[in-house]
């Protein structure tokens, strides 16, 4: 039961993130979709993540 309880605590805590993340203005990455059950799933804070790349790795490397 306290187990139960304290995963339950860690999805809350975790939904709420997302949520202020989503709404803070900050770079993300959303995924859209004409499939309402697929539209919206993956969520991505780039703010979070350091350091954020785009593309293949070494891309400047290559020229």
Same mark, same amino acid.
């Given at each position: 039961?306290?187990? +139960?309880?304290?995963?339950? +605590? !860690?999805? #809350? ?7 202020? +993340? *989503?709404?803070? @203005? @900050?770079? /993300?990455?959303? $995924?859209? $979709?004409? %499939?309402?059950?697929? %539209? *919206? !799933?993956?969520?991505? #804070?780039?703010?979070? !993540?350091?350091? +954020?790349?785009?593309? !293949?790795?070494?891309?400047?490397? /290559?020229?």
């Amino acid at each position: 039961m306290k187990e +139960a309880e304290e995963e339950e +605590a !860690k999805e #809350d805590a975790a939904e709420l993130a997302e949520l202020n +993340a *989503r709404n803070s @203005g @900050g770079p /993300q990455l959303l $995924n859209l $979709n004409d %499939d309402i059950m697929l %539209d *919206r !799933k993956n969520f991505v #804070d780039l703010s979070v !993540k350091n350091p +954020a790349t785009v593309g !293949k790795p070494n891309m400047a490397d /290559q020229t």
